[in-house]
């Protein structure tokens, strides 16, 4: 028995390390500890979609995580500062109270829209020269104000929630992962479409087991970290 025990505590340690070289390698990549077959985009790729693929496994394995192995402190603890509440969702009630209140806020969106957009608007619209050709005259304030409300509207691309479920292998959950808004055109004259501008990490966690095809009981596992992207910007750009 005592033989066994050495043996597990072995076997987590070798885990442990092997993770924590893997974290501090710079040519360590988010995906690289999962199974092949995951494709990463690079960034000068990136058109519509971030591809982060995994790929599909079993419904469930005997050495799956149990209840006691998914400790709410514990694990947000392993995950510290790179844990996201406001991108991630525990279990199902939390990510379907989240994506509700997701549609509710999308809906009631053109309420405030005029009020979001003002605030946001970038300088180079603030700034633009309204001055009527061929006469000394500018358009008024009001009318000025209007125009560079409609120029931010058309040109604006917004972050739009996407929830996907990774699975009870993957702690938190449920990531909201985004996508950006599908406009016809961002652009005056058309011809721009909203694109991928910017990406963050969001801190996850990864259930492994030496031998995953045996009960959890007798099975020797641990939380890996690692880093999953999710949208952040979105920007109006050339389709080429």
Request: charged share 25%; glycine share 4%.
């Amino acid at each position: 028995m005592c033989q066994l025990n050495l043996m597990k505590i072995t076997a987590l340690l070798v885990a442990y390390l092997l993770c924590t070289v893997w974290q501090t390698s710079s040519e360590a990549q988010p995906w690289k500890h999962l199974q092949p077959g995951i494709v990463p985009q690079p960034d000068g790729a990136a058109r519509d979609k971030m591809k982060l693929k995994i790929p599909p496994e079993p419904q469930s394995y005997p050495s799956d995580p149990l209840q006691s192995d998914r400790d709410i402190v514990l694990l947000k603890a392993k995950l510290g500062e790179d844990y996201s509440q406001d991108r991630t969702a525990l279990n199902k009630d939390e990510f379907l109270m989240k994506k509700n209140n997701a549609t509710k806020a999308h809906e009631k969106e053109n309420e405030f829209v005029r009020k979001m957009l003002t605030k946001s608007m970038p300088e180079e619209i603030k700034t633009l020269d309204f001055k009527m050709p061929g006469i000394k005259r500018y358009l008024g304030p009001k009318a000025s104000k209007k125009l560079q409300l409609w120029l931010w509207q058309v040109s604006h691309c917004s972050v739009v929630p996407k929830w996907k479920d990774l699975g009870a292998r993957y702690w938190p959950r449920y990531v909201n992962v985004g996508k950006c808004s599908k406009k016809a055109t961002c652009s005056f004259p058309s011809g721009m479409k909203c694109r991928i501008a910017k990406t963050k990490n969001v801190g996850m966690l990864r259930w492994h087991c030496l031998d995953r095809l045996v009960p959890r009981k007798d099975a020797t596992c641990i939380w890996l970290k690692f880093n999953y992207p999710v949208l952040a910007e979105c920007k109006c750009k050339c389709l080429h």
